[in-house]
């Protein structure tokens, strides 16, 4: 752990007496003007996917609810009343 | 705690477009459009897919919100007339 703080010492003295060449920034706001020209093909074809996607399980899954709910009402019909 | 419990399916299920579905799709479309404001793009005629995005996810979880409205109420509902069918000294109508 010694060598290692002195090793840690010896980068800090080296990069205080050189001139900053490069300056290698860790700054989070670094970022490229969009251009809404050039459409996203990956991003509009995820999002229209994605929708698809989105309304075929909500149809499929409002279809299964009524089918359930008309076999359930059956169920119920039969086991609390007589059959008409 | 479950989101739809499996008696839930007992109920009538609420049609596909029902207030909550409409309402919410409507306020996702309105913020694919309020996106397209603020980076300035034109407000209607850019990014359909995102608005169609915004809006389908928008009636998909208004779509399960009403479902598990109408459960909590029928929930409801069922308790109260339980309560009235066995205290029926309370409920005489003079």
Redesign the interface.
Known sequence: MAAGLRAVRRWGSMAAAAPPRLAFTRSAFVVNKANNAKPNWLGVGLAFSTSAALWAFLIKQHNDDVMEYERRKQARGHSSTKCS | MVFLPDES?????PP?LNKGSVWLGFTGWLSALLDNAF?P?PVLQ?GV??Q??FA??G??VG?QLV?RAEYKHAKVDRELFEYIRHHPVDFHSA
């Open positions: 399916r007992s109920l009538p299920p596909l980076n793009r850019a897919h995102r169609i995005l389908t996810v009636c998909f779509y479902k």
